[in-house]
């Protein structure tokens, strides 16, 4: 199996970040790069939000940041059981899209969410997204229907941890 390492992101990290959210395949899903940017780099001071670069054998090739629901100020997210998280992501090296990285470290990574207490993570990408769709499915992501957030349109899916526990 192969192991990613997740690494807290740094002021270091933000020119990385710039460039990845720069690229089609990530700008196409995010926010403007540097709305993106600033966003992440607030989260390095608010910890609210913890970022982290995920690394493959010693090499930085994407993004995953996690948020702690519990209380969130969002009518769409009610309803969820207290120990509720929500992840985002994206693999900021186009030479490795589709390779089963996304779902492979996105699984790895809701199983230490797991470890930590966390009993529920979500993930919200745009109904239209289905590269990110067909991802969370491959990691044992189960559809919770389409509503609109915060941020927009969106198609609700979990992740519980009993269901992590029997795969």
């Known amino acids: 199996m192969t192991e990613y390492v997740f690494r807290p992101v740094t002021v270091a990290d933000l020119p990385?970040?710039?460039?990845w959210l720069g690229r089609?395949?990530?700008?196409r899903?995010?926010?403007?790069p540097e709305e993106a940017l600033a966003s992440i780099e607030?989260?390095?001071?608010?910890?609210?939000?913890?970022p982290y670069i995920v690394t493959l054998d010693g090499s930085d090739f994407a993004f995953i940041q996690v948020a702690d629901l519990d209380g969130e100020d969002d009518a769409a997210l009610d309803g969820q059981p207290d120990g509720t998280?929500?992840?985002?992501?994206?693999?900021?090296?186009a030479?490795?899209?589709?390779?089963?990285?996304g779902p492979a470290f996105m699984a790895q990574f809701c199983q230490s969410l797991f470890d930590r207490g966390k009993n529920r993570v979500l993930v919200d990408p745009h109904p239209d997204n289905a590269f990110a769709i067909r991802a969370y499915t491959k990691a044992g992501f189960q559809r919770l229907g389409e509503t609109t957030t915060n941020y927009g349109r969106a198609l609700l899916m979990a992740l519980d941890r009993q269901e992590n526990d029997r795969q």
């Open 16 to 19: 990385l970040l710039a460039e």
């Open 24 to 27: 089609p395949h990530v700008r």
């Open 29 to 32: 899903w995010w926010s403007e």
């Open 42 to 50: 607030e989260h390095l001071r608010d910890l609210a939000v913890e």
């Open 85 to 93: 998280c929500g992840i985002d992501q994206f693999i900021g090296v």
């Open 95 to 101: 030479a490795l899209l589709g390779k089963g990285h």
